[in-house]
């Protein structure tokens, strides 16, 4: 199993050009999360959807959209990128109990210029 | 909403030295409760969870916690550190929104380890 995969892991964007990061699992997890990770400010989750079909917005939605394509892939896309949402990008999907952990991405390294 | 405060954003420990990160949180129902670790480059693994069955929790790479409901605490410790265990530690706790179980992350602790 791959697990939880990202694409790309790097991206440099100029202001206000657009992007969208594409996450895929294979563990047939019901729920789905992007977070954002700067220095000293640990992870705050941006957006997660509970099931194929529906998404909720965290603690940082400002600047995000997602699509939660079907139950494996979910995306997060950047419409007029700037320079505040450089950042570590992560995904991470959980089989949608109390006590479930959350199996992480290896992150994208976003930049913006 | 719940929340987590690991005290110490920067640990440094000798090799072979004790390990002991904190981690507080808040929370109004019993927590689950969640140590992941960081190498650099890389995504979030488990480490360890509480889930109510037992306090004293072991994980991987030697690690374990002790859950203190009194002190509402969840340190992480390891006898003995590696220069392996170099990496930043996490303290997450889960909480019920819409639909869903969402962590709340600490700040985080980053662990050096001097030879």
């Known amino acids: 199993n791959a697990g939880v995969t990202q694409t790309p892991k790097f991206q440099v964007l100029k202001t206000g050009q657009s992007m969208t990061l594409q996450c895929a699992q294979d563990?047939?997890?019901?729920?789905m999360y992007w977070y954002r990770q700067d220095p000293g400010m640990g992870l705050r989750l941006i957006y997660y959807?509970?099931?194929?079909?529906?998404?909720d917005k965290g603690e940082v939605p400002n600047g995000y959209n997602v699509s939660r394509l079907n139950k494996r892939e979910f995306s997060l896309r950047l419409e007029s990128a700037a320079p505040s949402q450089t950042s570590v990008y992560f995904c991470?999907?959980?089989?949608?109990?109390?006590?479930?952990?959350?199996?992480f991405g290896p992150g994208t390294r976003l930049t913006v210029t | 909403a719940q929340s987590v405060t690991q005290l110490g954003s920067h640990v440094s420990v000798s090799e072979g030295a004790l390990v002991l990160l904190r981690c507080n949180y808040s929370?109004?129902?019993?927590?689950?409760l969640f140590w992941y670790v960081q190498y650099p480059n890389q995504g979030l693994q488990l480490l360890l969870k509480?889930?109510?069955?037992?306090?004293l929790v072991k994980g991987i790479n030697g690690f374990e916690a002790e859950f203190k409901k009194s002190e509402t605490s969840f340190h992480l410790t390891k006898p003995s550190a590696h220069m392996s265990d170099a990496a930043e530690y996490f303290c997450?706790?889960?909480?019920?929104?819409?639909?869903?179980?969402?962590?709340?992350f600490g700040k985080g602790t980053k662990l050096s380890v001097i030879p």
């Open positions: 959807s509970a099931s194929e079909g529906t998404t």
């Open positions: 997450a706790v889960s909480e019920f929104s819409p639909g869903s179980y969402q962590l709340t």
């Open positions: 563990m047939n997890h019901n729920s």
């Open positions: 509480y889930t109510s069955a037992a306090t």
């Open positions: 991470a999907s959980s089989a949608h109990r109390s006590n479930d952990e959350q199996y």
């Open positions: 929370s109004s129902v019993p927590p689950y």
